[in-house]
């Protein structure tokens, strides 16, 4: 049961010490993140003479006019990552290149076909960003054709590291902010204006918003209101993120991370990521426009087709029979956005879910999971079937054969209703404190919007509240789809409402507390998750 406050302070706190936040020193840099300038190399987890061997070697390449590649990844971390090390070096010397993989042509990470394209045009250093850490067979390749490698990643490394000649590892921050840190030690003053991507990479890559990361997002939130990058305000103005007077609105944690990140990440999944990189770096307004609405036409595709996708998935789902593993397979669905599939199932079901697309010889799959489900070592099980496969507890990607595909099926659905524990099954609902409506007031939501920038590890508070009177109940929306109401004296509103049997009398309520901004004018609102129907 959730704790039951009664004051201010005491949900303060509350909330403070859910997020392991207990000292004097811990909650002031929480409310108080420092800058970036002032984290030391240390606290990021890099280390000086690792830094030193790669701005060395840097520079070494440079005198030399060597052509350099940076190789980057076509998530929002990835070209993030390749933009803020692109623009620092070459500002410096112009034979500094990026290289963007195509999802379809290269596939995920560095490959030996990515390696080729920069070896072609001249490379003699690469430096992987966003990727390489496990790449043990590719970066033998690259040095083998005489082309020197540097790795700057974040993601989990194998038993051992590749044979690059330096390695830039730490899981402390993204790959974005890898490269922030580096750049700043390796030019010898802060580059603050590119915090802003650094802001994109935190949000959108989901790494704990607490710590490093929440210095990164929250002074970088800060560098996306002030930005002057064409790209970012191009982008702004087709999101309609722009206020009347052409100026950014309040750009926020959600605005980064439903808005602005799913526009970066269609190209990647659609196209070629390579689009969405140069309207990051672009300085020229005509060209940031047209990138912007292309970006905005290639997301409304990808929306259409993951609706489409996501739709077909249900319709041919047993929502009578569940399996406890979630498999669906077609060729309709488009290997780009098989990931968000199967988060819909995921969100719909509360299961596990493979969402496969359908090739002619080899077949792309990509999974989410549950809490306490680790799906990666799941698939792993029937590694002997699979071409290749990757991934966390949390999601997963693999290959395999199509012929194999009833085989591999059969198999990972037979050890799931296994090995899958149905308590794990059963949806939980976060509730942070129970606490009383009487004390929801315009001062706890200011108390509370100064957590913000909220994320993982840092979720926006969720409250319960009891034997709350309900009345002046109203549908809203296109499709009446939601549910408007007073909760006691507040203003309510229940977005995508169930269909539930609600008449005006009291009831339990989970709620976030958020605030109605229409026409210049603002006030409290209780933004409903649930109305408990049995008490």
Known sequence: MPVVLSDHDSIINHLLKNRGLETKKQIEEFFHPPHPEKISLKEVGLSDKSIRQAADLIRRHIHS??????????????????????????????GVLPHIPHRRDEGYGLSIKGIDHCLANGAKLIITVDNGIVAHEQVKYCRDHGCDLIIIDHHEPGDSLPPANVVLHSASTTASGLCWFF?????????????????LSVICDIVPLLGINRSLAAHGLSQLNSTTRPGLLALYKEAGLLTINDHPAAINAYHVGFIIGPRLNATGRLEHALESLRLLCTRNPKQASDLAAALGSINRTRQEMTRASVTHALENADAVHLPKLLIAADKSYDQGIIGLVAAKLVEKYHRPAIVISV???????????????HITDHIRRASSMLVNVGGHAMAA??????????????FLADLGEEKIDASLL?????????????????????????????GLGNPTPVFLSRNVPVSQLRQMGQNNQHLKFKAGSLEAVYFNAPDLSIAPKNYDLIFKIGLNEWNGRSHLQMIVQDIIIEL
């Not at 090739?359 to 489900?373: H, L, M, N, Q, Y």
């Not at 706890?444 to 957590?451: P, R, S, W």
């Open 65 to 94: 006019g060597n052509q350099i590649f940076i190789y980057g990844d076509y998530d929002v971390d990835g070209l993030c990552s390749t933009a803020i090390l692109w623009e620092t070096l070459h500002a410096a010397h112009s």
């Open 397 to 410: 990607g693999f290959t395999v054969e199509t012929v194999k595909l009833e085989q591999l099926h059969k």
């Open 426 to 454: 059963v949806p939980k609902r976060r509730i942070d404190a129970e606490v009383s409506i009487s004390i929801i007031d315009l001062e706890l939501f200011l108390k509370l919007k100064a957590f913000e920038p909220f």
């Open 359 to 373: 090739g002619d010889t080899e077949s792309k799959a990509s999974a989410r999971s549950v809490p306490g489900f």
């Open 183 to 199: 750049t700043r030690e390796y030019s010898g003053s802060p580059n603050s204006e590119t915090l802003s991507l650094c802001a």
